[in-house]
């Protein structure tokens, strides 16, 4: 066994299925092989306990490998591979909360990490994943913003990359790809094509598909984001979490990152309720919670919340149980709301947010106006993308205040005719 498999295995007593609840051992695999449902870690809880202390946290790094003793990889002084992602900053809201009627509001600011989006908290985890299992080439089947970080961190680490994206995606995300040397996979189809072709060519290639079979580690690195919450609010969980959803993953892991907080004893027990944001264009798990369904029904997606498009998600089944469970609501917004999002959470609070933070911020917008989300709630928002990489959604919304030729006076009488 190498030093990187000890690193994997010291952490991780083994996989479970999230439907059977069959285990196997720690491997590159992500589905069941009893009834194809999904993997994911059990801990060792011996060994997290041992290792898991607010002290130990704190003396870590800046980064989300201070949170090591919760994840599937044991850090053992600095990660050779690790960009530095996490520990994004918790921001306090007050203007968006005063525009919202809503009282305590924090925004998650993930646009700050390497590549410009939360994918680098999940690629940074699978990376280190694919060293311990001896793989070489690191893949994904990617919206944007995960192709982008699987560029970034495989370039960084030396690694090969190919990542496959739909061929309408975004100019910007093509190109935030390709400039890392990263192999651009354009697939004449929708995500769910590209999600599909991936899972075949990882069963028949080897490499370490971030969101395939390495999807069990891989999906581990949205926990810190709960991680870090929780320790910038002074070690406590807020009242009210809105997180956009995709594949419904993200929303499953924050849940699951709190409740792992609490048997460990970092934070007191605390209800926290967890709400979902969807695009009206791509809606499949807001509209199984407005039907009171389990049952997630497939959608082809058509909303400029591209990273958001993703028809079948895998998780949203869990996503709408967490939510359920938790007292949240799942709800979805226009692409013209979406747009609103963006401009709103830019003339705020000066954070330019990708189409899917629009999205969040839309939807927190119309979740506060029928009560659903209340003043006197501690909340937190996940703004989860930069908007540089979609420049494009707003496109003929936005420009420039004034044309005026270059003189003082034409700038005066611009000036004066705005009253």
């Not at 092989?33 to 999904?38: D, K, L, S, Y």
């Not at 680098?120 to 192709?147: H, M």
């Not at 469970?325 to 330019?352: C, K, Q, Y």
């Not at 919304?397 to 005026?404: D, L, M, Q, R, Y």
Request: charged share 20%; with cysteine; aromatic share 6%.
């Amino acid at each position: 066994m190498t030093s990187s498999e000890q690193r994997l295995v010291r952490n991780v007593a083994g996989l479970r299925c999230r439907e059977c609840g069959s285990e196997q051992p720690v491997g590159p695999s992500h589905v069941c092989g009893f009834c194809f449902g999904p993997l994911e870690p059990v801990y060792d809880d011996a060994v997290v306990a041992a290792r898991a202390h607010r002290d130990v946290i704190t003396a870590g790094p800046a980064t989300l490998w201070r949170y090591a003793p919760l994840l599937p990889i044991v850090r053992d002084g600095p990660l050779p591979d690790d960009l530095g992602t996490g520990l994004s900053p918790l921001r306090p809201a007050p203007r968006l909360a005063a525009r919202l009627g809503l009282g305590r509001l924090w925004l998650k600011d993930d646009t700050r990490n390497p590549s410009g989006s939360f994918k680098d908290r999940v690629v940074s985890v699978a990376l280190q994943a694919a060293r311990a299992f001896g793989i070489e080439t690191l893949a994904c089947a990617s919206t944007g913003n995960l192709a982008n970080s699987v560029a970034a961190h495989a370039a960084h680490a030396g690694m090969d990359a190919y990542v496959f994206v739909p061929h309408d995606l975004e100019e910007a995300k093509i190109v935030s790809s390709a400039v890392y040397g990263a192999n651009v996979v354009a697939v004449k189809g929708s995500y769910d094509d590209v999600n599909r072709l991936c899972a075949e060519a990882a069963d028949d290639l080897g490499w370490g598909f971030a969101n395939v079979n390495l999807r069990a580690y891989y999906a581990e690195g949205s926990k810190t984001l709960g991680f870090e919450v929780a320790e910038q609010l002074g070690w406590r969980l807020p009242d009210h979490v809105v997180v956009p959803v995709a594949s419904g993953s993200q929303l499953t892991k924050v849940h699951r990152a709190f409740r792992e907080l609490v048997r460990h004893g970092l934070v007191d027990d605390h209800p926290t309720r967890i709400s979902g944001a969807q695009a009206a264009g791509c809606n499949p798990v807001a509209a199984a919670f407005k039907a009171g369904r389990d049952v997630i029904r497939p959608v082809k997606a058509d909303t400029i919340a591209k990273s958001l498009a993703i028809g079948n998600p895998a998780d949203g089944y869990y996503a709408v149980n967490v939510v359920r469970d938790t007292g949240g609501e799942v709800d979805d917004v226009t692409d013209d709301e979406i747009r609103d999002g963006m401009r709103l959470l830019a003339e705020t609070e000066g954070i330019f947010a990708e189409t899917a933070g629009g999205v969040t911020i839309a939807t927190l917008a119309k979740l506060a106006r029928r009560g659903s989300v209340t003043p006197g709630e501690q909340v937190v928002a996940m703004i989860t993308g930069n908007g540089l990489k979609t420049v494009e959604s707003l496109t003929g919304h936005v420009g420039p205040a004034f044309h005026i030729e270059p003189s003082l006076d034409a700038f005066g009488r611009q000036l004066r005719s705005r009253g």
